[in-house]
């Protein structure tokens, strides 16, 4: 039966969660440099037009519709057939179709996390045969791993709002697109500081506001898993905030804004696969370890020699693994009973769990993102050229420039 609370709720928690998308349009945008900030811009804001697109006509269907062999769902719900204002199978409180709506924002942000990682240098036409290519082949079929009937869920794996899903999926995306794209002309020695640190810091705060429709949304009503939910999620964020710029203190010497930013966008990654099986206090351990774990990892890039640019390995890559491991280890079924008690709970087979899906998403997003990035490399070309990349993708893709003066 329809409960208009919650139905009201997820209506909310659904317009936070599409705010995210051009929350995290400008955090990246003000990362790059001037010349690039609108290509970088626009390739999340597209993201909402093409990914929406996918999802009426056979998306939806394909990531929650009836199973197949515990891999992907069938076309019984293409054009969102059968998808309307009565309940669905998923959320029995509110109607099919707000439930397919929440689930789209979660299918739009992911292609447009791994942005961050290409920016600067990618054609804009390769970007949007790769969303397509990418969204269909690697973000539908793991969600339906996780969340529509697939076989993680089946084997009791824990994602509560989309640690594996989403971030442990794009960040290893990401790193195989920084890999195969090449560096950035210049990376190593010329200066690629951010042009925008306000810019920065708004996306960044739009992207924690929207995030408690993300992570409480995932209740998918308006109950006490909600309230635990928007809780840790907060509680992630700022304690994140706090241990990545402590870390960065001790390490370089000064605190930095874009390192504040950075650390809750990290907490707030890493909470997202707990938030509705975890106590407050253990979410204090979850960003604690994530703002600190992240800072490094960012470190190890330079070291490593790959120009990931906005550092979405680092953050969603390695912040999502630990979130996944986090969520075996701090899981109770006393805060979620529909949950699993993770290893401090006696059932240290749920952190196995864990991480077993974990890398299972890595490898099938590794192989099939590398796949995908060499169909699209030999049809359209990846890299525009050098006099284009030197000259800045606002200009050479777009013909517009962010600032006349």
Not at 6 to 25: I, Q
Not at 134 to 154: A, D, E, I, N, R
Not at 308 to 314: G, N, R, Y
Not at 316 to 343: C, E, M, R, Y
Request: charged share 10%.
């Amino acid at each position: 039966m329809i409960n208009s609370g919650d139905t009201a709720f997820m209506l909310l928690a659904t317009a936070l969660v599409m705010l995210m998308t051009p929350g995290l349009a400008l955090f990246y945008g003000g990362m790059v440099r001037t010349k690039n900030v609108l290509s970088t811009i626009l390739q999340s804001f597209v993201c909402l037009g093409v990914v929406t697109l996918i999802w009426v006509l056979y998306g939806y269907s394909l990531a929650f519709g009836p199973d197949r062999m515990g891999l992907i769902g069938n076309f019984d719900w293409a054009f969102l057939s059968g998808v309307g204002l009565a309940p669905g199978p998923y959320a029995p409180s509110i109607p099919h179709l707000l439930f397919s709506a929440f689930q789209l924002m979660f299918a739009i942000i992911t292609p447009a996390l791994i942005t961050g990682a290409f920016a600067e240098r990618i054609k804009f036409s390769a970007f949007l045969l790769f969303l397509v290519l990418w969204t269909s082949l690697v973000y539908l079929p793991v969600c339906h791993w996780v969340w529509g009937g697939g076989w993680l869920g089946k084997i009791g794996a824990l994602d509560f709002a989309g640690g594996t899903v989403i971030h442990i999926n794009s960040g290893a995306a990401a790193l195989v697109a920084a890999l195969i794209i090449g560096k950035r002309k210049g990376w190593g020695h010329d200066s690629f500081m951010p042009h925008h640190l306000p810019m920065v810091v708004l996306g960044g705060g739009i992207l924690w506001f929207g995030w408690f429709g993300f992570n409480a949304g995932s209740a998918l009503s308006a109950g006490p898993t909600a309230v635990t939910a928007f809780v840790t999620t907060h509680i992630s964020a700022a304690i994140a905030a706090l241990s990545w710029m402590v870390a960065e203190w001790l390490y370089n010497g000064k605190p930095t804004v874009l390192g504040a930013v950075s650390g809750a966008v990290a907490g707030l990654v890493a909470v997202t696969p707990a938030a509705g099986f975890v106590s407050p206090v253990s979410s204090v351990i979850i960003g604690l370890v994530a703002g600190v774990l992240c800072y490094f990892a960012i470190m190890m890039k330079t070291r490593l020699g790959y120009d990931d640019a906005l550092d979405v390995v680092a953050v969603h890559g390695i912040g999502g693994f630990w979130g996944a491991l986090a969520t075996g280890i701090f899981a109770s079924k006393a805060v979620n009973p529909d949950g699993a008690n993770g290893l401090l709970f006696g059932n240290p087979a749920q952190f196995l769990i864990q991480l077993a899906g974990a890398l299972a998403v890595i490898v099938f997003s590794v192989v099939l993102t590398a796949v995908i990035l060499k169909v699209v490399d030999k049809t359209v070309g990846l890299r525009v050229t050098e006099e284009e990349e030197v000259q800045g993708l606002d200009l050479s893709q777009h013909s517009e420039v962010g600032y006349t003066s």
